[in-house]
Structure formats: C-alpha cells, structure tokens
C-alpha cells in the first residue's frame, strides 16, 4: 500500500494564541514553551482548524512546537460520528479521552466492529508507525501528549484533507 507522508507544523494547524492565567496571577501565552507556570481552565483554550484533518475537527495547541523535537501536548475536538481515517505517526502517541467515547482500533483498514471503546479517562499509546483509525461516539475532547516532530500519514492519500 502507497503512503504519503507530511508532517505537520503547529502554525499550520491553528492560527493564533491564547493569553491564559498563570501562577501568581502571572500571563503566559500559549503554546507553552517551558517558561514558568501555567494554569488554565478547559473555557480558556482557543480552538481552531486543523489542516490535517477534515472539518469540523478542531484542536488547541497547549504547548510545544510541534514540527520540533521537544514535547507536545494538544486536544482534539471531535463531533458526535467523526470518523478518524486509518493512519499512523511518526512518533509514539498518547491519548487520554476527556469527554465522549472514542471507538479505536489498530489496523489499516476501517472496521467498526474492530473497534475497542474508550469511555471517559481512558487512554491508549500508540508507538510510531502503527497504524490506527477510530470514530466519535457524542462529541469527544481528547488530550494527545507526545515528543515532536509530529505529523500523520494517511493510509490511504485520498483520505488525507490536504490532497
């Protein structure tokens, strides 16, 4: 099977930043970039587009870059049915699921019946080239932590929104 690969760059992913309350009544910008403290509330992230990934998913970069080798954290935001194409990355991936049911499954090919159900506060680790694919059940915010470089390769290049 053809693989395409493109890696993706934070910039790319989300326009913008979000100014969110830090220690000590302290302001940080995000994505975090290890300077200090941060803490924030769910209501302050900012959500945006992702070029990676078809519409309506959106994403809100917490820190790192994440075309650079350093660490990464993000969340997703996925509606209630979204279905997420099979394909792998270039790095190990570590989700948690923060609201919703995240159906997922290891394999090329989508099958729903393959799928295991991740409820709320479940997680998976996924290593680097495996490939995996999953589907929303109710809208599903997920939390992905890793170290870049990260990108996604579809399995199949027809399924990837920057064709």
């Not at 769910?42 to 078809?54: F, P």
């Not at 570590?94 to 479940?122: C, I, N, P, Q």
Request: with cysteine.
């Amino acid at each position: 099977m053809k693989h395409f690969t493109c890696f993706i760059v934070s910039g790319v992913m989300l326009a913008g930043t979000v100014t969110a309350s830090a220690e000590m009544g302290g302001m940080a910008e995000l994505p975090y970039r290890g300077d200090g403290h941060v803490m924030l509330n769910a209501d302050d992230l900012e959500w945006g587009d992702i070029a990676s990934m078809a519409a309506p998913a959106q994403m809100a970069v917490i820190e790192g870059n994440l075309s650079e080798e350093e660490p990464f954290t993000f969340r997703l935001k996925l509606p209630d049915g979204y279905i997420i194409r099979p394909h792998i990355h270039p790095e190990y991936e570590r989700v948690t699921v923060l609201s919703g049911a995240l159906h997922f499954a290891h394999g090329e090919e989508f099958d729903y019946g393959k799928t295991h159900k991740l409820e709320t506060g479940g997680l998976a680790i996924m290593a680097p080239g495996e490939p995996m694919y999953g589907y929303a059940e109710g809208e599903v915010i997920m939390q992905l932590h890793g170290t870049g470089p990260w990108g996604i390769e579809y399995i199949n290049p027809e399924d990837d929104p920057r064709n």
